[in-house]
């Protein structure tokens, strides 16, 4: 029985259909979702204010925007808010209208999803395998030729959790800005990182006006059903036809409402980023003794590993995990992957033993 290999992390209706297990029974480690799940202290005050249903949120988000701009520092005149990022990631793939894209990969299937939509043009510029997966600056910037309208990156990236540093963001913005390119930053999954101001381009906004950088919520604060999005730029031009080409009210009132709570919970986000750090570096250390493995450093709440062995493959381990219940992420649909790479999120101390457990038995026998 074998389920679609292009589905997106975290489809446990796909998986409920094809392999015939409730979903509520499943321990998803294909979604990247905070294992501490929605914040109590917003889920509280939602229960008390389901009134908002029955109203329109404000047209201009001015409260939401506030709350967003004081949780990342960003200005919130240079912000714009979605139903949920990917809402936000056609927006400005319309809005910029380039002829010619590069997309740093692997990469996230709506990137190309979007930009071919759009009737524009597209390559991959590559995350090798031999660099782990790192940027490589020089090659990149030779790639970023005069012809280009646009580049695409996830920072950290999704799957390899390589991330871009400021000062090499900094150099890719300048060149950008040279060739009249727009650059595009999804940072997704940066709020799990342990080194968030080393690679966090929001700071980089204000000064350059090439720059569009996106968040969601669903991954960080556990909510992808609030259809939640963020982002900045600081160019005017662009923030107006933005504005033209995105629906009015793509916010819902709830969304608006939990959105000015969940960006001030504090304690969430300390014991979010305290538990995932921890897990990370116990999962990859433990991960670091298998002969038959190799995983990959990780600033996002995921890891990527390579099988170094022919006697199973990433849709074999997928398939005898799912049989218990539990759900990876076969990596092999991700572009530049093949069949040894597979991928899975941190979730509890006890979940995130048992998978290893459960890999370990297959991998290393």
């Not at 949780?71 to 793939?93: C, K, Q, R």
């Not at 006697?311 to 381990?317: F, M, N």
């Not at 992957?337 to 941190?346: A, G, N, P, Q, V």
């Amino acid at each position: 029985m074998t389920v679609l290999t292009h589905a997106h992390g975290g489809d446990l209706d796909a998986i409920q259909r094809t392999y015939g297990i409730p979903k509520e029974e499943i321990i998803d480690f294909s979604g990247n979702i905070n294992p501490l799940g929605f914040p109590k202290k917003a889920e509280e005050a939602l229960k008390e204010n389901l009134h908002l249903i029955c109203t329109y949120p404000d047209k201009k988000y001015k409260a939401l925007k506030k709350a967003i701009g004081a949780y990342t520092g960003a200005d919130a005149s240079h912000i714009v808010v979605g139903n949920g990022s990917t809402e936000l990631i056609s927006t400005f793939i319309q809005t910029i209208n380039a002829d010619h894209s590069i997309i740093m990969g692997p990469a996230y299937s709506e990137y190309e999803r979007e930009v071919t939509l759009n009737g524009g043009k597209f390559e991959y510029f590559p995350l090798k395998e031999e660099d782990n997966f790192k940027l490589n600056l020089p090659a990149l910037l030779e790639a970023l030729t005069p012809d280009i309208g646009m580049f695409i990156a996830c920072n950290p990236n999704n799957p390899t959790g390589t991330a871009i540093r400021v000062d090499e963001m900094r150099v890719i913005l300048e060149h950008c800005k040279k060739i009249g390119a727009s650059v595009m930053i999804d940072e997704t999954y940066i709020e799990f990182s342990d080194i968030l101001p080393e690679i966090c381009s929001i700071p980089l906004v204000a000064e350059f006006d090439n720059l569009f950088v996106i968040r969601g919520t669903s991954k960080f604060f556990a909510a992808p059903g609030i259809r939640l999005g963020y982002g900045m730029s600081s160019n005017q031009a662009f923030l107006d036809r933005f504005k033209t080409n995105s629906d009015p009210w793509s916010v819902n009132s709830l969304a608006d409402f939990i959105g000015q709570h969940i960006f001030t919970d504090f304690d969430f986000h300390k014991a979010t980023q305290k538990l995932v750090s921890d897990e990370r570096r116990k999962a990859f250390a433990e991960l670091s003794t298998w002969k038959n493995i190799k995983a990959y450093p990780s600033e996002a709440n995921f890891i990527l590993l390579k099988l170094k062995t022919d006697k199973v493959t990433a849709h074999d381990l997928f398939e005898k995990c799912i049989m218990k219940k539990m759900l990876i992420r076969d990596a092999s649909s991700f572009t530049f992957l093949d069949e040894t790479f597979l991928r899975f999120c941190i979730l509890s101390p006890e979940h995130n033993a048992a998978l290893l457990e459960e890999l370990k038995q297959w991998v290393e026998a």
